[in-house]
């Protein structure tokens, strides 16, 4: 930290600070930058054995679907903080005592909440967030059908041959003019 | 005409969007109601902080309205929130502490943690709930302390605040909420 704090003085006062030093600050900032980046993904999940391919599995599905509460856009799976890591331990030490998955997601929503949901059910409260979607797509098939029948109606209301023959000689006479 | 009032179309839609997405720019994602709302409060059977051979469990939470507070000394937004808990306590609101997730070596360590906290900052509790797993925490959704329940007489959870209170939150919402579930 006291080294990225130190880049960051010289940067702010690059003027004062020749222009080969000027670079070295930028590379170790951004050195600094990369290895701090590196070091929080590696340090972020603990390492689970299951005994067999299928719980694994389960257990993969089950970080991965569960939001952390505590992060808003993490899921539980890539999240370090203390919370997420609890509801992992937890959640493994269902699995062990051979709960099935919806236990364990009601297990969590009892405590937690929807929010923990990021596939929310479909229920009375989120009618709406399932239904919209579905509801715009059928907006979205009824004004094309509205345009392709009006475009059609305007194609059949087109000149007739008498009149059509009558344009084609206007424009003949404009362009040989 | 008909046709005409058509071509607005669009511009309702935007106005909808628009009301909508504004709302939720000023919406505190970390705000939210607690799932435990109106029911009762988790079971469990801990030791108090003072006393590792006292076991209180959910019972101790009867009778009268009650606030319970997660504390832990490792977490600074509870120091800052000391003074107004006191100001509860004077007050006559009856707080019962949950001493979450104190970090320390052993048992011994952890419970010295709590206790200088309170030393250090003020006991506004009856009684502090010793939870060093976090067990209790995590029955009750807590994702951070500080957090605080407001328990009726029967036990039920009745008012969930994230976040620390402040000395408005006193005044604007807790005192108010004690009152309505008296």
Redesign the interface.
């Known amino acids: 930290m006291a080294v990225m704090r130190n880049a960051m003085r010289m940067a702010m006062f690059k003027k004062a600070v020749p222009g080969k030093a000027w670079l070295a600050t930028m590379a170790l900032l951004t050195m600094t930058v990369l290895l701090h980046s590196v070091s929080a993904i590696a340090e972020t999940v603990e390492v689970r054995s299951f005994g067999n391919p299928v719980t694994e599995q389960r257990y993969r599905d089950l970080v991965g679907t569960l939001r952390c509460?505590?992060c808003?856009n993490q899921a539980i799976g890539d999240s370090n903080?203390?919370?997420a890591a609890?509801m992992r331990e937890?959640i493994y030490l269902q699995l062990q005592d051979g709960r099935s998955d919806k236990e364990i997601i009601d297990y969590m929503?009892?405590?937690?909440?929807?929010?923990v949901l990021y596939n929310p059910r479909l229920e009375g409260r989120t009618l709406l967030l399932w239904g919209l979607p579905a509801a715009l797509v059928m907006v979205g098939v009824v004004v094309l059908i509205v345009l392709v029948r009006s475009r059609r109606k305007a194609r059949m209301g087109a000149l007739t041959q008498e009149e059509q023959q009558r344009l084609a000689a206007l424009i003949k006479r404009e362009g040989d003019e | 005409m008909k046709r005409r009032l058509l071509l607005l179309l669009p511009l309702v839609a935007f106005l909808v969007l628009a009301v909508f997405l504004y709302r939720g720019l000023s919406i505190n994602p970390s705000e939210r109601e607690s799932a435990l709302m109106a029911r009762e409060f988790p079971a469990f059977s801990l030791s108090t902080l003072q006393d590792p051979q006292r076991k209180v469990d959910a019972s101790l939470l009867e009778g009268q309205v009650t606030l319970v507070n997660v504390w832990g000394s490792w977490c600074p937004t509870c120091r800052q929130e000391m003074p107004q808990l006191l100001d509860l306590a004077e007050r006559g609101v009856r707080l019962v502490g949950v001493d979450y997730k104190e970090q320390g070596a052993d048992d011994v360590a952890q419970r010295a943690r709590g206790t200088a906290f309170l030393q250090q900052f003020g006991n506004p509790f009856e009684v502090n709930i010793f939870d060093p797993d976090g067990s209790l925490g995590f029955d009750l959704g807590v994702y951070g302390a500080p957090e605080t329940f407001l328990v009726d007489a029967e036990g039920v959870i009745r008012y969930h605040h994230t976040g620390y209170i402040t000395a408005e939150d006193v005044d604007q919402i807790i005192l108010p909420e004690v009152e309505k579930w008296q």
Do not use: L, Q, T
């Not at chain 1, 929503?109 to 929010?115: K, Q, S």
């Open positions: 509460p505590k808003e903080s203390p919370i609890d937890r929503v009892n405590r937690f909440g929807d929010y």
